[in-house]
């Protein structure tokens, strides 16, 4: 089955870092599902929270995937072709915060089956604007691939049975996958 990467239903607005436009690469670099080969500045993000609330996966208002040295363990050994990784800049306030990172997931695949979804498009353009019901072609993820982007709706992150699982069994917090 395929999953995607989501923010908890019930996460708390007060701990969603807020990303500070202009502070380094452009966040929408990150969305393009490919292997980033420019200099890359990951642009900062400042939380208003207590240290001891962020999570293994940091939600912001940029939509980066900011997560903890454990996620990036699990992603090595289950699906490092998937990945790339860079340190994040994570803020408390003016104090950096360190062992986070911004992954990019390096692949976007055409995952969709147009004809059975049911969704708006942006007027005007093909575009996908949202989702009524959403069908895949597949039930795996092609190619051995574990994490992905959706080709034709790219801020929908998905991953495979087994990453779903390796998250529950290390109980990582801050993400849920629907």
Known sequence: MLWIWSVPEDFPNKRIGEYVKGSGTDRFIFREGRELTEQIVPPKIVFECLEKHLNDVLPNSGLLLIVSKKIVDILAGICP?????????????????????????????????????EYTTIKGTDAILNFKKIVYKFDVLPNNHHIVRNLDYKSHVLVS??????????????????
């Open 81 to 117: 072709q998937d990945i790339q990784v860079f340190e994040a800049n994570v803020y408390i306030g003016e104090k950096k915060i360190p062992d986070y990172y911004l992954l990019n997931i390096v692949n976007a695949v055409e995952v969709l089956d147009k004809s059975k979804s």
């Open 161 to 178: 049975d087994v990453l779903k699982e390796g998250f529950e069994r290390n109980n990582i917090k801050g993400v849920q996958f629907t």
